[in-house]
């Protein structure tokens, strides 16, 4: 299974008045307040990247962009709408778009080992999720989000 460490992000505060990413007990903790509706198009980018012990550096594994509003709609079956599936039974997200301003969380989620893409090899993990309108570049000038979080898979 993959156990969260730690982890962070970023937001735009003409988007969230609010946004806390906590790791409590290795269950993933999110609270944000939504100040702007989330018009059709959002797009998400995950990146996971990899490295065999501490001290060595991470490595890119495997990146993805993804139509946000399709996958949470449930246009098409993938590891991630099965994650977004399990994020639901311990959170509020919206089911479709345009995304309401208001309240969400997720309050104990945990990445259990029949949702993590077997090609993923057992070690340490940073895995980091933007969210964006556009196309996504490496160094964004401003992304609605940013959020980095340090996991082991074992």
Not at 5 to 29: A, P, V
Not at 78 to 105: D, E, H, Q
Not at 123 to 144: A, C, H, S, V, W
Request: some cysteine; overall charge positive; aromatic content about 16%.
């Amino acid at each position: 299974k993959m156990t969260f460490r730690t982890g962070t992000c970023k937001y735009d505060k003409s988007i969230f008045s609010n946004f806390t990413l906590q790791i409590i007990k290795t269950k993933l903790m999110m609270d944000m307040i939504l100040v702007t509706t989330l018009r059709k198009g959002l797009k998400g980018h995950l990146s996971f990247e990899f490295r065999l012990s501490k001290g060595k550096p991470y490595q890119s594994v495997y990146q993805h962009d993804m139509n946000y509003c399709a996958l949470i709609k449930g246009a098409q079956e993938s590891i991630y709408r099965r994650w977004f599936t399990s994020m639901l039974k311990v959170g509020n997200f919206a089911t479709s778009c345009p995304i309401s301003k208001g309240y969400y969380y997720l309050h104990g989620w945990t990445l259990d080992g029949s949702i993590v893409p077997s090609f993923l090899y057992l070690g340490d993990y940073r895995i980091e999720g933007t969210f964006f309108y556009g196309r996504f570049k490496k160094q964004m000038e401003n992304p609605l989000l940013e959020c980095s979080v340090e996991a082991v898979l074992d």
